[in-house]
């Protein structure tokens, strides 16, 4: 079984639509985050939850709007998407919420806006 | 603004010889140290983790730390073309009362049979 998988694995779409990554994990984890990778390799976070709720938003537009339904689910939905969207998006997961424990990445979405 | 930098390579080394990646980073107030291992096209796997200054040994891997230079490095041993990959330095900062891991760009590494 997986432990954080995340779907689609690729998704090409055309400036101005809304679009949906989901992500999920069996890990038990507690926290979960996405990150976005961009073409430099630069692996910048975006949001993390822990049980449900935010708790670092990073500057990102708010055309971003993550949601959590339960503590092994978290879906990032993006509005009006615009060219600079393009990046890979990493869901990933750990037991606690303090940065001392492993980071467990989903095998990420290529995202690509024409 | 709180940063990790590392050279982004790429680096090239021959197989069976020592690959040494640098990371240096801004907040003084860090505790935790991280190298991520990520191969083209995959997600990051976690390689080494250090919290104390000095050296920490697994298996063909040591990780240096000394914080008093902020500075993080990774050694390679007897590298092997399975190791060619980009190595991400990662470093726990705090950031309004919140903790988060912040990642350097990478050094992409390839070791030369």
């Known amino acids: 079984d997986t432990a954080v998988s995340q779907t689609p694995k690729y998704l090409v779409t055309q400036m101005g639509n809304d679009k949906s990554i989901k992500c999920e994990q069996n890990?038990?984890?507690?926290?979960m985050y996405w990150y976005k990778q961009d073409s430099k390799k630069f692996l910048k976070i975006m949001f993390s939850?822990?049980?449900?709720?935010?708790?670092i938003n990073e500057t990102v537009p708010n055309r971003f709007s993550p949601k959590s339904p339960d503590k092994a689910h978290l879906n990032l939905h993006i509005n009006s998407l615009e060219l600079g969207d393009s990046a890979v998006y990493f869901c990933?997961?750990?037991?606690?919420?303090?940065?001392?424990?492993?980071?467990?990445f989903g095998s990420g979405t290529q995202l690509s806006v024409l | 603004q709180k940063e990790v930098e590392q050279n982004s390579g790429p680096l090239s080394v021959p197989e069976g010889a020592i690959a040494s990646l640098n990371c240096t980073y801004s907040?003084?107030?860090?505790?935790?140290f991280f190298w991520y291992r990520q191969y083209s096209g995959k997600s990051p796997e976690l390689i080494m983790f250090?919290?104390?200054?000095g050296d920490k040994e697994d298996g063909r891997f040591t990780a240096q730390l000394n914080k008093a230079s902020q500075y993080v490095s990774l050694l390679i041993r007897d590298s092997q073309p399975s190791d060619s990959a980009t190595y991400l330095c990662?470093?726990?900062?705090?950031?309004?009362?919140?903790?988060?891991?912040?990642f350097g760009t990478g050094t992409r590494l390839t070791i030369i049979p």
């Open positions: 907040d003084r107030g860090s505790q935790s």
């Open positions: 890990l038990g984890h507690d926290t």
């Open positions: 939850y822990n049980n449900k709720e935010l708790i």
């Open positions: 990662a470093v726990n900062m705090e950031d309004f009362g919140n903790e988060k891991l912040t």
């Open positions: 990933a997961s750990s037991q606690g919420t303090v940065n001392n424990e492993k980071l467990f």
């Open positions: 250090i919290y104390s200054n």
